[in-house]
Protein backbone atom coordinates (compact mmCIF):
# COMPACT_ATOMS: atom_id res chain seq x y z
CA UNK A 1 0.00 0.00 0.00
CA UNK A 2 1.58 3.35 -0.60
CA UNK A 3 1.65 6.52 0.95
CA UNK A 4 -1.55 7.93 -0.71
CA UNK A 5 -3.31 4.78 -0.25
CA UNK A 6 -2.91 4.85 3.30
CA UNK A 7 -3.21 8.64 3.92
CA UNK A 8 -6.89 7.70 1.56
CA UNK A 9 -7.53 4.36 3.82
CA UNK A 10 -6.62 6.83 6.78
CA UNK A 11 -8.97 9.96 5.74
CA UNK A 12 -11.82 7.27 4.69
CA UNK A 13 -11.63 5.16 7.83
CA UNK A 14 -10.68 7.87 10.79
CA UNK A 15 -14.02 7.10 12.43
CA UNK A 16 -12.16 4.13 14.02
CA UNK A 17 -9.78 5.90 15.62
CA UNK A 18 -12.12 7.84 17.82
CA UNK A 19 -13.45 4.02 18.49
CA UNK A 20 -10.78 3.10 19.57
CA UNK A 21 -9.65 6.06 21.72
CA UNK A 22 -13.49 5.49 23.38
CA UNK A 23 -12.38 1.70 24.12
CA UNK A 24 -8.86 2.75 25.34
CA UNK A 25 -10.88 5.10 27.65
CA UNK A 26 -13.15 2.32 28.64
CA UNK A 27 -10.50 0.15 29.27
CA UNK A 28 -9.09 2.35 31.51
CA UNK A 29 -12.29 2.65 33.64
CA UNK A 30 -12.40 -1.03 33.71
CA UNK A 31 -8.73 -1.49 35.36
CA UNK A 32 -9.51 0.85 38.46
CA UNK A 33 -12.96 -0.81 38.53
CA UNK A 34 -11.62 -4.45 38.78
CA UNK A 35 -10.97 -6.31 41.64
CA UNK A 36 -9.24 -10.15 40.49
CA UNK A 37 -5.42 -8.72 40.24
CA UNK A 38 -5.33 -11.35 37.08
CA UNK A 39 -7.76 -9.80 35.20
CA UNK A 40 -6.20 -6.17 35.66
CA UNK A 41 -3.33 -7.61 34.39
CA UNK A 42 -5.20 -9.15 31.02
CA UNK A 43 -6.65 -5.03 30.68
CA UNK A 44 -3.49 -3.49 31.55
CA UNK A 45 -1.80 -5.62 28.72
CA UNK A 46 -4.70 -4.65 26.15
CA UNK A 47 -5.02 -1.09 27.13
CA UNK A 48 -0.53 -0.69 26.53
CA UNK A 49 -1.17 -3.00 23.07
CA UNK A 50 -3.92 -0.32 21.97
CA UNK A 51 -1.52 2.75 23.18
CA UNK A 52 1.41 1.47 21.52
CA UNK A 53 -0.22 1.09 17.98
CA UNK A 54 -1.81 4.54 18.22
CA UNK A 55 1.14 6.09 19.36
CA UNK A 56 2.57 4.19 16.32
CA UNK A 57 -0.09 5.40 14.00
CA UNK A 58 0.34 8.67 14.51
CA UNK A 59 4.10 8.46 13.76
CA UNK A 60 3.23 6.76 10.43
CA UNK A 61 1.21 10.15 10.22
CA UNK A 62 3.17 11.99 10.63
CA UNK A 63 5.82 11.15 8.65
CA UNK A 64 3.52 10.64 5.98
CA UNK A 65 2.82 13.84 6.41
CA UNK A 66 6.20 15.04 6.30
CA UNK A 67 6.59 13.30 3.02
CA UNK A 68 3.93 14.71 1.30
CA UNK A 69 5.01 18.42 2.22
CA UNK A 70 8.25 17.63 0.84
CA UNK A 71 6.82 16.03 -2.51
CA UNK A 72 4.22 19.67 -2.71
CA UNK A 73 7.15 21.73 -2.29
CA UNK A 74 9.81 19.58 -4.78
CA UNK A 75 6.84 19.98 -7.19
CA UNK A 76 6.73 23.89 -6.78
CA UNK A 77 10.78 23.71 -6.93
CA UNK A 78 10.15 21.56 -10.63
CA UNK A 79 7.46 24.16 -11.64
CA UNK A 80 9.92 27.21 -11.07
CA UNK A 81 12.83 25.12 -12.87
CA UNK A 82 14.78 24.50 -10.22
CA UNK A 83 16.50 21.22 -9.10
CA UNK A 84 14.57 19.02 -6.87
CA UNK A 85 16.13 16.15 -4.41
CA UNK A 86 14.86 13.01 -2.43
CA UNK A 87 14.39 13.53 1.50
CA UNK A 88 17.20 11.29 3.48
CA UNK A 89 15.89 9.26 6.18
CA UNK A 90 17.50 11.28 9.05
CA UNK A 91 16.10 14.19 7.62
CA UNK A 92 12.83 12.77 8.07
CA UNK A 93 13.66 11.88 11.00
CA UNK A 94 14.77 15.20 11.75
CA UNK A 95 11.61 16.89 11.16
CA UNK A 96 9.12 14.55 12.19
CA UNK A 97 10.88 15.43 15.82
CA UNK A 98 10.05 19.23 15.06
CA UNK A 99 6.68 17.94 13.98
CA UNK A 100 6.92 16.23 17.34
CA UNK A 101 7.99 18.99 19.19
CA UNK A 102 5.65 21.81 17.85
CA UNK A 103 3.28 19.42 19.17
CA UNK A 104 4.46 19.40 22.43
CA UNK A 105 5.07 23.18 22.82
CA UNK A 106 1.11 23.25 21.97
CA UNK A 107 0.00 20.92 24.65
CA UNK A 108 2.64 23.52 26.89
CA UNK A 109 4.20 19.68 27.74
CA UNK A 110 7.79 20.99 27.02
CA UNK A 111 9.23 21.28 30.47
CA UNK A 112 8.48 17.61 31.02
CA UNK A 113 9.47 16.79 27.77
CA UNK A 114 12.65 18.14 28.03
CA UNK A 115 13.59 16.67 31.79
CA UNK A 116 12.87 13.29 30.10
CA UNK A 117 15.04 13.97 27.56
CA UNK A 118 17.81 15.06 30.33
CA UNK A 119 17.52 12.15 32.55
CA UNK A 120 17.85 10.09 29.15
CA UNK A 121 20.98 11.11 28.15
CA UNK A 122 22.65 11.33 31.82
CA UNK A 123 21.58 7.58 32.28
CA UNK A 124 23.24 6.66 28.46
CA UNK A 125 26.45 8.73 29.63
CA UNK A 126 26.76 7.03 32.95
CA UNK A 127 26.34 3.83 30.74
CA UNK A 128 29.12 5.10 28.40
CA UNK A 129 31.49 5.70 31.18
CA UNK A 130 33.72 3.00 31.90
CA UNK A 131 33.88 1.47 34.82
CA UNK A 132 36.55 2.21 36.81
CA UNK A 133 36.14 6.22 35.75
CA UNK A 134 32.32 5.63 37.45
CA UNK A 135 33.04 5.01 40.59
CA UNK A 136 36.04 7.89 40.82
CA UNK A 137 33.62 10.31 39.90
CA UNK A 138 30.79 9.02 41.93
CA UNK A 139 33.40 8.48 44.74
CA UNK A 140 34.64 12.60 44.33
CA UNK A 141 30.98 13.67 44.42
CA UNK A 142 29.83 12.02 47.58
CA UNK A 143 32.97 13.71 49.31
Same mark, same amino acid.
Given at each position: ?????????? /?? #?????????? $?? !????????? $???? &?? +????? #?? %?????? =?? =? !?? /????????? =? !??????????? &???????????????? %??? $?? %??? &??????? +???????? =????????????????????? /??? !? $?
Amino acid at each position: MTDEDRAQFR /HR #YGFIDDIQRG $EL !SQLKKAIRR $EKDT &EE +VEKLK #YA %RSVMES =RL =R !SE /HEMDLRRQV =R !SEHSKEQRLRA &EQGQATYFLKDHEIDK %RVK $EK %RFD &EIQKQGN +VDRYLAKK =RKRQASKDKKATPFKRRKLTE /HEE !S $E
